[in-house]
């Protein structure tokens, strides 16, 4: 079955800090790749998305991932994290075949302290 | 987003009772999906619809049924909640011309007592 990885369940970085969420999907054929946030108390936002082209894609906020198709993985990266930052980050892959939704991952939580 | 919408937003119920959640939304978008979300299980696919007449169940859809009453309108139901379902639920859209990114409503937390 299709499944979506995520590395870290919890990381925590003081402001400043540079930040890597990783990410690692079992699918062989082509795919869309998503990073959705999760600020407390909110709804799923997206933060970057990548279709095809330059595998190095950027996002809202200073976001920015890199996918890797010989590694399965689309890390989220940012230089420097900030304290609005504390929030849960999915990764979602949708394997591009008709009739497929996305497939998340359990997700990561980020807390960032000032 | 306030162009999926979700009603309730909170919601309390005992074992055993039907209850209905619901969700719209004005994006005109074709594909509708039921998503819940427990702590450390991220988000998990119960049912998706990629058309009125076209309904699908998604990774954990015992215990659900849904209802797609218009292109705008999918409906999730539990016949007989239980405790375990007990989590918060989102409801997302997507264009099916628009490489799949999905939109989601701001979430129903539902507890079963």
């Known amino acids: 079955a299709q499944s979506v990885s995520q590395h870290n369940h919890h990381v925590i970085l003081s402001e400043a800090a540079s930040l890597e969420l990783g990410c690692n999907y079992s699918y062989g054929g082509t795919v869309n790749l998503f990073w959705y946030v999760q600020y407390p108390g909110q709804h799923l936002q997206l933060l970057l998305k990548?279709?095809?082209?330059?595998?190095l894609v950027k996002g809202i906020k200073g976001f920015e991932a890199e996918f890797i198709k010989s590694k399965f993985s689309f890390n989220l990266r940012k230089p420097s994290v900030q304290w609005s930052d504390t929030a849960e980050y999915f990764c979602?892959?949708?394997?591009?075949?008709?009739?497929?939704?996305?497939?998340f991952g359990k997700g990561t939580t980020l807390s960032v302290s000032s | 987003d306030a162009d999926v919408t979700q009603t309730p937003r909170n919601r309390i119920t005992k074992t055993g009772k039907r209850i209905m959640l619901e969700c719209s939304q004005t994006k005109g978008h074709d594909r509708m999906y039921w998503y819940r979300q427990d702590p450390g299980l991220g988000l998990r696919l119960i049912y998706y619809?990629?058309?009125?007449?076209?309904?699908n169940k998604g990774e954990i859809s015992d215990g659900y049924s849904v209802s797609r009453q218009a292109q705008a309108k999918f409906s999730l139901s539990l016949e007989s909640a239980i405790p375990n379902q007990t989590a918060l639920y989102f409801c997302a859209t997507s264009d099916s011309g628009r490489d799949y990114e999905q939109y989601f409503g701001p979430g129903t937390r539902l507890t079963v007592t």
């Open positions: 979602a892959v949708n394997p591009r075949q008709a009739g497929t939704a996305l497939i």
């Open positions: 990548y279709f095809s082209g330059d595998p």
């Open positions: 619809s990629f058309d009125v007449k076209d309904i």
